[in-house]
């Protein structure tokens, strides 16, 4: 049985890492999401993928020079599909309050070795809050971000984000004790899924958009894929 996550919420329906899209998801019936988490000025969770606003939102300048308070307001539309109602930006704890997912992939972009820890423990804190120690991975794929989640917040699964093959994805996840393998679909060969199941490893595969593709990797078996189209793909994998 293939697992849908959407991706950044909804982001092929919805502006994306905005509360509206992981409405959206959960409308279609799909309780898993990924999101990416950027801290803010005074070191908020803020959900939004890129470390600059420009291309989410008609501002400018670095999240991190920016308070919670102010990001809020912020309207993250700019360059999804079109949307009516303003989309602020959201903090992480907005979605624990308002979005009952089964379970999160909370992707941490690269960090120095003090963001990547601050990271982390702000992550561990909210999650043990709110009950979530058990539904949420820290994933990331920052050798420093997974280090710290290693050292600093060893009871919170982690997960390896591989994009390119120019290092072995599995000896990277197996040296950090990951449990997840979220991997670029076009590096998922049946061989290297294979070995990573047998190895213990969850395989996650994104973004995985075509219904055909959706298809084609449900049969190699991966565990879950990850789509901006997660009602399209509930509709594709049903039979799944």
């Known amino acids: 049985m293939t697992i849908i996550y959407g991706h950044r919420g909804a982001k092929g329906e919805a502006p994306e890492n905005t509360l509206t899209s992981f409405q959206e998801c959960l409308k279609h019936g799909v309780k898993r999401c990924e999101l990416d988490l950027h801290l803010s000025r005074d070191g908020e969770l803020m959900v939004i993928h890129d470390p600059t606003l420009k291309r989410t939102t008609d501002r400018r300048g670095k999240v991190v020079e920016h308070d919670a308070a102010d990001l809020m307001t912020y309207d993250a539309r700019k360059g999804g599909p079109g949307w009516v109602q303003p989309c602020p930006i959201p903090r992480l704890e907005e979605l ?3 979005c009952a997912f089964d379970h999160w992939q909370l992707e941490v972009k690269s960090a120095s070795r003090t963001r990547a820890a601050t990271t982390v ?31 600093l917040t060893p009871d919170i699964s982690r997960g390896l984000v591989a994009e390119y093959a ?35 490893l969850h395989v996650s595969v994104w973004t995985v958009n075509e219904p055909a593709l959706m298809r084609r990797l449900a049969d190699f078996g991966v565990d879950s894929l990850i789509t901006d189209f997660p009602g399209l793909a509930s509709a594709t994998l049903g039979k799944y």
């Open 166 to 200: 120019w290092l072995d994805p599995l000896k990277v996840a197996q040296g950090y004790g990951c449990e997840i393998l979220a991997l670029n679909w076009t590096l998922c060969t049946p061989e290297r899924l294979k070995k990573a199941q047998n190895q213990g």
């Open 96 to 98: 624990f309050e308002k």
């Open 121 to 151: 423990l702000a992550i561990r804190e909210m999650a043990q809050r709110h009950g979530l120690l058990d539904k949420v991975t820290i994933t990331s794929s920052s050798r420093e971000v997974l280090r710290a989640a290693l050292e």
